[in-house]
């Protein structure tokens, strides 16, 4: 079944691996075959990840776009490790996490990693760095 995508201008977008921009003009897509994507608004840049949560949303991003996934699934298991004991409250959340890679339903992964990210969030105290 063929997917629609439309794209904002300057939206950008991810198809296996390349980077498309779209330019001055709304664009809709139609792309015929399977293929892993990223919509921008899903992405987050490496440049962008200064928390823990974020980081591990890139891992994510790596893994689910990855030919073979084992590296990043190990930098996720690293990553989760070390967040549990910073951040006890991302349990749950990183077991629906790891219950989506053990799934292969990568994409859902990283859809729950943008809910840790916004519990993060919701978690730090006013004031803290």
């Known amino acids: 079944m063929p997917l629609k995508i439309e794209l904002k201008p300057s939206e950008r977008l991810i198809i ?51 030919d073979d996934p084992s590296a990043p699934e190990n930098l996720f298991v690293q990553q989760s490790t070390a967040l549990l004991g910073l ?17 292969q339903e990568y994409h859902r992964a990283i859809k729950l990693g943008k809910q840790l990210v916004a519990h993060e969030a919701a978690s730090r105290l006013p004031g803290a760095a």
């Open 16 to 66: 296996n691996g390349a980077l498309i921009r779209n330019l001055d003009r709304k664009a809709t897509l139609l792309v015929e075959g399977r293929c892993k994507f990223l919509r921008e608004s899903e992405i987050i840049r490496e440049s962008e990840a200064d928390t823990p949560c974020k980081k591990l949303c890139v891992t994510l991003q790596v893994l689910y776009l990855a």
């Open 87 to 103: 951040m006890p409250s991302a349990g749950p959340y990183l077991l629906a996490i790891h219950d989506a890679i053990a799934a």
